[in-house]
């Protein structure tokens, strides 16, 4: 494709750089909170394009401004975390810490940010001000919080996002607007009852049985209790329980997530779940005891943003490489508590090579560094289009 705009030909020229640092990235993951080392880098490259560099902005996080200090401003977010995954990729620049692995592809992202960074800085000044936030600790769904609490959001007239997505080919961008991701919970469930010996159940009552019914109990609730049309999944990671194996077990602790895509519907599921657990419980001779904790509220991609986004890519890669997606997705993302007050969109970016792509959170995850430029170019073609509010 030709260049129609000069930033373009400045990209194609600094992309060997940028996938060098991505890769140093990717060799030297660092888990959520911990990312020391990806923040002074970034820090370090952001001073020398140019930008103003504010650090540690919710612990390890790094925001940066140009031009103008005061008026209008545009943000673009990424994050840059990895996860606890045992890298099996065979890379050459594979992970060198055992057992943590950039398989979500945060490495990708704070190097997009930092293309765009690079690229904005040399485009002629604008009365717009800009911001990037390189946000710590998402796979935690903590670090968007910790930065909003610091301010990284304040004043702020929107908000960009961007997310890998295996299930698009690289070169091509899917985007949606309204809702995009779940809202989620943890739910941890402990079930109480009595202890007793393994030849004598009915002397006892059997927590892992009963929470055995807790677990089958919740979904068949799910589907007769809730409406269908608003779906809502619990499912459950880990089970505790029992000291021998010929001691009917007097407690039980269960962990799960809840992912729900109607507000309305969250709002309502810690007490229907409580109810739900607690009536299960109790018609075994058990009680319980049930926390619900909120991860994350759901990503409600603003229309005018989207639409503006939609129009810069299909500029930038041709209409056919631009996919609306039919369905929201439902994973959490806390890109959502950086949008409370300020509208923002996020978009997913493909990633599959010709052999396709191993799923996010997958120690096989290998996307395609073409996405790189992909996504840069789409972000940086929308934060030069955006106009301020009249």
Not at 17 to 31: C, Q, S, V, Y
Not at 80 to 104: F, I, K, N, W
Not at 179 to 203: D, F, K
Request: aromatic content about 4%; proline content about 6%; charged content about 20%.
């Amino acid at each position: 494709m030709t260049p129609t705009q000069p930033w373009t030909e400045r990209l194609e020229a600094m992309l060997p750089e940028l996938i060098a640092f991505r890769r140093h990235l990717h060799a030297h993951p660092e888990l959520s909170g911990e990312e020391h080392h990806t923040a002074a880098l970034l820090a370090g490259a952001l001073r020398e394009a140019g930008w103003r560099v504010r650090e540690g902005v919710g612990r390890t996080g790094v925001v940066a401004d140009l031009g103008p200090e005061q008026g209008p401003k545009l943000g673009l977010r990424v994050d840059m975390d990895a996860l606890p995954v045992e890298e099996r990729t065979g890379l050459p620049y594979a992970s060198l810490r055992q057992g943590v692995m950039h398989a979500c592809g945060h490495d990708l992202h704070s190097t997009i940010g930092l293309g765009v960074a690079r690229l904005l800085a040399a485009e002629p000044e604008r009365p717009v001000g800009l911001r990037l936030l390189f946000q710590p600790a998402e796979e935690l769904a903590q670090g968007a919080r910790w930065m909003r609490d610091a301010g990284a959001t304040d004043g702020l007239n929107g908000l960009f996002g961007v997310h890998v997505f295996p299930s698009l080919p690289a070169g091509s961008i899917g985007v949606r607007s309204g809702s995009l991701t779940a809202a989620a919970g943890e739910l941890e469930i402990e079930v109480i009852g009595e202890g007793g010996h393994g030849a004598r159940p009915h002397q006892s009552v059997d927590a892992i049985w009963i929470a055995s019914r807790v677990v089958t109990g919740l979904q068949e609730a799910i589907s007769r209790r809730l409406d269908a049309l608003h779906p809502v999944v619990v499912s459950f990671g880990r089970i505790e329980g029992g000291k021998a194996f010929n001691v009917i077990a007097d407690r039980v602790r269960l962990l799960g997530t809840v992912r729900c895509l109607c507000t309305d519907v969250h709002d309502r599921l810690p007490a229907w779940i409580e109810d739900t657990v607690q009536a299960l419980c109790a018609g075994f001779g058990a009680t319980a005891r049930v926390h619900y904790r909120c991860i994350s509220p759901p990503v409600h991609n603003d229309a005018e943003l989207t639409a503006l986004l939609e129009r810069c890519a299909i500029e930038q890669l041709g209409a056919t490489q631009v996919m609306r997606l039919e369905q929201p997705s439902l994973g959490a993302e806390d890109f959502a508590e950086l949008l409370k007050g300020v509208p923002g969109t996020m978009f997913r970016l493909g990633v599959a090579g010709p052999e396709g792509c191993a799923p996010l959170h997958n120690g096989h995850f290998l996307p395609d560094e073409a996405c790189l430029a992909v996504g840069i170019r789409v972000l940086t073609a929308a934060l030069l289009a955006w106009e301020p509010p009249a």
